[in-house]
């Protein structure tokens, strides 16, 4: 009788370490009570000149376990897929996520597709038993919260 051979899958989790000018950065544990705490946070993106789509993993608690880089895009748009974002949360065993993306233009106000991807993602966290509590879009020293203007 031969060997038998499988593949195994395991969770792999990276420490970055964040060495820039940050005074209110993310830290594990954090819970965040209000999304404008969570814009503040991420307003670093809007160095960045390529849209970036996070998603925030939480516990129980809504206390951060960790962050997930979702998607790096063009200048206007990330491509997300459901799949690619509860891949890692059930890894995480994520309770609840926040999503975060940043408009390189500085206007946080969301596009069709962003209301679209937020859709989707809240009704496979509602089968899968993980909630989306909020999609924060951060702009130029303002952002669009869907939790507070009733879209979630």
């Given at each position: ?62 206390r951060i376990i ?6 790096i895009g063009s ?78």
């Amino acid at each position: 009788m031969g060997d038998a051979y499988f593949r195994q899958i395991k969770a792999i989790y990276e420490t970055l370490t964040v060495k820039e000018e940050i005074t209110n950065y993310l830290k594990t544990g954090q819970r965040y009570t209000s999304p404008s705490q969570v814009s503040d946070t991420f307003q670093f993106l809007m160095k960045e000149t390529k849209e970036m789509f996070l998603t925030l993993h939480l516990d129980g608690k809504n206390r951060i376990i960790c962050m997930d880089v979702v998607s790096i895009g063009s200048l206007n748009q990330s491509i997300v897929e459901p799949r690619s974002v509860y891949q890692t949360a059930c890894l995480s065993n994520a309770a609840a996520l926040i999503l975060v993306h940043q408009h390189p233009t500085g206007d946080p106000s969301p596009s069709s597709e962003d209301i679209t991807i937020t859709r989707r993602l809240k009704e496979a966290g509602e089968i899968m038993g993980i909630k989306v509590l909020d999609h924060i879009v951060v702009g130029d020293g303002e952002y669009f919260s869907f939790t507070e203007r009733g879209l979630l």
